[in-house]
């Protein structure tokens, strides 16, 4: 079945460092991809998604490209702040779909 | 707009207790779902419903029961509460109609079960 996979472990920066947040995923076909973000105490946020290859999603200085050939969406952004700091979500929705799959979430702390 | 609201935002159980989360949104989505979420296991579908009517299992669906009477409302029923349950639980709906849009979330319940 469908799976997405991202970093587990907690990722500390300090503020204005680069942060790159990997996920790869293994669906069949086409999915759409999305990176959603959850602050403390709240519910999740979409933060991104890119519906095809190569395209590239954006949004608050984040970034994250569909590579269909290495089965990657990867989240980038190039100065982070302390405002930033929350748990990441990598997820995709099956082509023809409504299902959404999770990846495990990552833990951002940016310290000032 | 209220978007997706669930009820209660915190609950304590005891071990054996039942007791229903609310989920309601009125964005006259198809598809609503239930995902709890735990430490290192990200979130878990429960169960989910694509309408009125029609409900299905997802990824964990022991111990938890469902129905859709209407567009608006997906109530997640625990029926005999287990302290495995404890957990926050989300409430999601999305529609076709809205494109590759993900998903829209409520706030979520945080379940303690004792």
């Known amino acids: 079945g469908d799976s997405v996979t991202q970093m587990e472990r907690p990722v500390t920066l300090s503020e204005e460092a680069f942060l790159t947040i990997n996920c790869t995923y293994t669906a069949t076909g086409y999915p759409s991809l999305f990176w959603y973000v959850q602050y403390p105490g709240e519910g999740l946020q979409l933060l991104l998604k890119a519906t095809k290859a190569d395209d590239k999603g954006s949004n608050k200085g984040f970034e994250a490209t569909y590579r269909k050939e290495t089965t990657s969406f990867h989240l980038e952004k190039g100065s982070v702040q302390v405002s930033d700091s929350a748990v990441y979500f990598c997820a995709l929705k099956g082509q023809g779909a409504q299902k959404l799959v999770f990846g495990q979430g990552t833990r951002l702390t940016i310290n000032p | 707009n209220a978007g997706v609201t669930q009820t209660p935002k915190f609950q304590v159980l005891k071990t054996g207790q039942s007791m229903t989360l609310q989920c309601a949104q009125d964005?006259?989505?198809?598809?609503m779902s239930w995902y709890r979420q735990d430490p290192g296991m990200g979130l878990r579908l429960i169960h989910y419903s694509v309408g009125a009517g029609i409900t299905d299992q997802g990824e964990v669906p022991n111990g938890y029961n469902v129905s859709r009477s209407t567009t608006e409302d997906f109530p997640l029923r625990l029926l005999s509460a287990a302290p495995s349950q404890t957990s926050v639980y989300f409430c999601?709906?999305?529609?076709?109609?809205?494109?590759?849009?993900?998903?829209?979330f409520g706030s979520g319940t945080r379940l303690t079960v004792v």
């Open positions: 964005m006259n989505h198809e598809y």
């Open positions: 999601a709906s999305s529609s076709p109609r809205t494109g590759n849009y993900g998903y829209t």
